[in-house]
């Protein structure tokens, strides 16, 4: 079957936010021109989301569930999206209306003007703390100074692919996943819409600090040696400084200064040069425990039930 556009939606304990969510996809994509499909990729919910999906494939054919046969993550959810998607268009979208459904058109329309990736830029942001802004707005930024890939500020997962990008990044299967930057990193014309984001129509975030400190870490580790870079540049400083520190210790200690006698001093600096070695070995843990990952080469995702068509 030939299908135009694909909403992919993951899902994770989003019960109360199924039956809106399908409304307000049927009633946007209904009016544009095109056969659509909406994939909901159940990523092991355990609220009852699993049930409902089956019901709503069943009551409407344009619902495809793709079902999880345990928790993977959102980010794998959305890998699983883009492989079972059938449209020559793909839009990725959270559940809970945040990212409202009624701006698909707008980037339909771009997409219609010649561009291959067409991301949502949040203008606003309602509905959510000042912690959370601040702590986004951070992300972003530093994301955008320490990589080589210039991701769009101000964005989530919230966008819309040409079908040529979605095959690029379907040949992309590494465990550690960060899709806004790897949809950025395959480059092709891209273009931002900006667009008022929502406050979550039903129940709590999914992405508590925690999630968001391990994501901004798959963000930075993929896209980024900065952090082995510092933990140079950290070294070669701390040299600098010892090198330097000698000629004044030894000037010091010969005019009998008091604060350069006994063994608080020696202490401090074998303490900091600790701290530099730790952190620097933390630093190569991260990275060598993602080459492990991947050495290991399992499946992204299993999927217990999936369309066959």
Known sequence: MTVNYSIVVPIYNELDNLDELTRRVREVMSAARGTWELVLVDDGSTDGSTGRIRELARLDKHVRPVIFARNFGHQVAITAGWDYARGGVVVIMDADLQDPPEVIPDLIAKWKEGFEV??????????ETWFKKMTASLFYRIIHRITDVKMPMDTGDFRLMDRKVVDVLKTMRERHRFPRGMSAWVGFRQVGVPYRRAARHAGVTKYPFKKMLKLALNAITGFSYFPLQLATYVGFGAAALSILAIPVVIAMRLAGHSAFLG???????????????LISLGVLGEYIGRIYDEAKGRPLYIVSEAPKD
């Open 118 to 127: 067409v991301y949502a830029v949040r203008a606003e942001r309602e509905g």
């Open 263 to 277: 063994q608080a001093t020696t202490l401090i600096a074998v303490l900091f040069l600790g701290g530099v070695q």
